[in-house]
């Protein structure tokens, strides 16, 4: 087979330089566009003029999908961690400051802390109150389940000592320390009532009476009386239907004609085991105000007496109460 050949017309004129990128017409349609992204070479950079500086190159954004890492925060974190570290340090001297002050007020006496000076609130500086050793296998007054109420310790080592400053009263010491029934009713101000009250003692047959007294450099007087009984039952009712009530005292005491209910003794310092009545001499007082209370305490009742020219003070009143509440339970 013989191939033919188209001749040549070289009378055509001859094409410019521009003539080849022209784009010439199609009768074929162009194939649809594709999506791939087309690629770029990367420009070659020309070597730069001796004190021109050439800027780096563009950083091409991430493809679509590639894990992309989070920026640094370096300044942010730093602020972050310099402010952690400050309040750190802060809390820490804070809670110091506290322990060493908590510290420091444990270790201070009574009176050298502001607010709860004993000065500041009249009471009396007691010597330390211990009680008196039991004889050998005699249980507590109220231990036990029976709490027969009897107590085994001495009467005369049951009477709350004076506070430091104070003047003993000698006429109270008695005989050996152990008082009379006549000594006891001279403070009651009627001959009726002591008659009355000393038929009492005889009919209960008191055992004992123990007592103490003292005056402290305010002039305030303080008497103590102790009275043991053969049981709890007797001491109880002579106490609470003879002697007491709730009103106010039976017999009136020498510079106290009328008495009433001491309305501001505080409930929450009562004993369990101790019945107590506390009274305050009615207004208009004499020369003196007295208060008083007796305390019903197993096997032994209680009379405690305070008196001040003027008007008696009722802490330290209170304080000897409890303090001899505490020694009978």
Do not use: C
């Not at 602020?79 to 809670?95: E, G, H, I, K, Y």
């Not at 270790?107 to 802390?113: A, G, L």
């Not at 010597?127 to 507590?140: E, F, V, W, Y």
């Not at 007796?294 to 109460?321: C, N, R």
């Amino acid at each position: 087979m013989t191939e033919q050949t188209t001749p040549v017309d070289d009378t055509r004129p001859a094409e410019d330089a521009t003539s080849a990128f022209v784009p010439q017409p199609r009768s074929e349609p162009l194939p649809p566009a594709t999506t791939e992204p087309a690629t770029t070479e990367p420009a070659t950079t020309e070597p730069a003029a001796p004190g021109f500086v050439v800027p780096p190159p563009p950083v091409a954004p991430p493809l679509v999908g590639e894990p992309q890492e989070p920026p640094v925060k370096v300044k942010k974190d730093r602020r972050v961690l310099r402010a952690v570290l400050r309040w750190t340090a802060a809390t820490v001297v804070f809670a110091a400051v506290g322990a060493s002050a908590a510290y420091g007020i444990t270790r201070m006496e009574r009176t050298d802390v502001p607010g709860l000076a004993t000065e500041a609130d009249g009471r009396w500086d007691y010597p330390a109150i211990t009680k008196p050793p039991l004889p050998s296998g005699s249980p507590g007054p109220f231990a036990g389940a029976d709490k027969s109420g009897v107590h085994s310790a001495d009467l005369r080592a049951l009477l709350l000592p004076a506070p430091k400053g104070a003047k003993a009263d000698a006429s109270l010491r008695g005989d050996d320390g152990w008082l009379s029934s006549k000594a006891f009713l001279s403070q009651y101000a009627e001959k009726v009532d002591r008659e009355t009250v000393g038929q009492m003692l005889t009919d209960y047959a008191v055992r004992h009476i123990a007592a103490r007294g003292w005056t402290t450099p305010d002039g305030t007087r303080t008497r103590i009386y102790l009275l043991q009984f053969d049981t709890a039952a007797v001491a109880e009712e002579l106490a609470s239907t003879k002697l007491a009530n709730y009103g106010g005292a039976q017999y009136a005491l020498t510079g106290a004609a009328t008495t009433e209910r001491d309305e501001h003794f505080p409930a929450a310092s009562e004993i369990d085991d101790i019945t107590r009545f506390a009274y305050t001499e009615s207004k208009p007082y004499g020369p003196e105000q007295v208060r008083e209370a007796y305390l019903s305490a197993g096997d032994t009742i209680a009379l405690v007496v305070q008196s001040h020219k003027g008007t008696a003070p009722a802490v330290p009143f209170q304080q000897t109460v409890v303090l001899q509440s505490q020694l009978l339970d």
